[in-house]
């Protein structure tokens, strides 16, 4: 049986995806709750590591609140990981001292490559039991955000083992034996699919698909072996919970030439990196998505002289919202674990009173 959960008491978030009109500019920040934050920190060394800490539901709980309790942010998003899915797929996720994700068994040859199953969704209940505490603990106060990797993001770190530089062994596979990549690429497709859409019943009410190593790939084969799955991946999602939309943002950093083609991918929300001019964004979606994003995280490490003036710049940018048009204010990428916190306080204030201000003008 679903679980009941408090009226949402700030829809700020939600509205703004859907392109709705409110107040101001809703913002909330890419890996808001991190290492950035002495809090985080702390609980982290409680939990022992940081797979203890994704894995225990009252530790992600505890984190998820923490940037919510110090800042007036307008979402929360769950805490967890982009590679639980591999991990669920028995590659043998762990974390290497300084060195990032890694896995035991990256998929290298045909024999594991055909293999590769999706994984039994048991393996990820404790990832659906933390959406389910969270979106309790929150009350109300705000919308919870679930996630994913996107299918090619994923496929980079199961081909390549981990991080990369230059994605030469992914990309050698995707060149070489595309017909193996699709096979990786179709199992992540409806692996992701599953399970966004079991956050959404755990209590997730948007979802968003990080497709982060998108922007490493060549025109057309972007088109081919990422957008293409995420298409899919958008086109099983389950869209409404009783009666509420629950919207997808899609955001491939990198990704700016393909703004058109992304915004017709079937999400009410496409996120940019700071590369993009979001004036001419905002002209080349036109109604079809809202934006997200894009302040250069570096900005956190300006004067607050200077963080103020960059958010007048963002959101003078997009412009004043007019009806059809959607914008939630965030970073371009992950915030960094050295930014200072007061930063984010001078951020969050000045987004709230910048854009209440902009949205006064000539009324």
């Not at 969704?121 to 933390?130: I, N, Q, T």
């Amino acid at each position: 049986m679903p679980t009941a959960f408090a009226p949402l008491q700030n829809d700020t978030f939600l509205r703004a995806l859907l392109r709705q009109p409110t107040d101001y500019t809703p913002l909330w920040l890419m890996r808001q709750a991190g290492r950035y934050l002495p809090e985080y920190c702390a609980t982290r060394k409680r939990a022992g590591s940081f797979l203890g800490l994704a894995k225990n539901p009252d530790y992600a709980t505890e984190v998820t609140l923490q940037p919510l309790d110090r800042y007036a942010l307008d979402a929360a998003i769950l805490f967890s990981d982009i590679l639980t899915v591999p991990d669920a797929m028995g590659l043998g996720l762990y974390f290497a001292e300084g060195e990032g994700p890694k896995f035991e068994r990256p998929l290298r040859d045909e024999k594991a490559v055909m293999a590769l199953r999706a994984p039994d969704l048991g393996e990820l209940r404790y990832v659906f039991d933390a959406v389910t505490q969270i979106r309790g603990a929150l009350q109300g106060r705000v919308p919870l955000i679930g996630f994913s990797g996107s299918p090619w993001t994923l496929a980079c770190y199961m081909v390549e083992g981990g991080g990369s530089d230059d994605f030469r062994t992914v990309k050698t596979m995707l060149y070489n034996r595309p017909e193996l990549m699709r096979h990786i690429l179709q199992t992540n497709a409806d692996a992701v699919a599953a399970y966004l859409n079991a956050q959404i019943d755990a209590g997730a009410q948007a979802v968003m698909i990080f497709d982060t190593w998108g922007g490493a790939l060549a025109d057309g084969i972007y088109q081919q072996f990422s957008l293409d799955y995420m298409r899919q991946v958008v086109a099983q999602l389950r869209r409404e919970v009783n009666g509420a939309r629950i919207p997808v943002i899609v955001f491939t950093k990198g990704g700016g030439l393909w703004l058109e083609q992304i915004a017709d991918c079937g999400a009410d929300a496409v996120g940019v990196d700071w590369t993009v001019n979001l004036t001419q964004a905002r002209a080349r979606v036109g109604q079809r998505v809202a934006l997200q994003g894009n302040l250069d995280p570096t900005v956190l490490f300006a004067s607050p002289q200077q963080i103020e003036q960059e958010v007048a710049r963002v959101l003078a940018a997009f412009g004043k919202p007019t009806a059809g048009s959607g914008h939630v204010f965030n970073l371009g990428h992950g915030i960094s674990q050295f930014t200072p916190p007061e930063a984010v306080s001078v951020l969050v204030e000045a987004v709230h009173r910048q854009s209440r201000a902009l949205r006064q003008q000539d009324v």
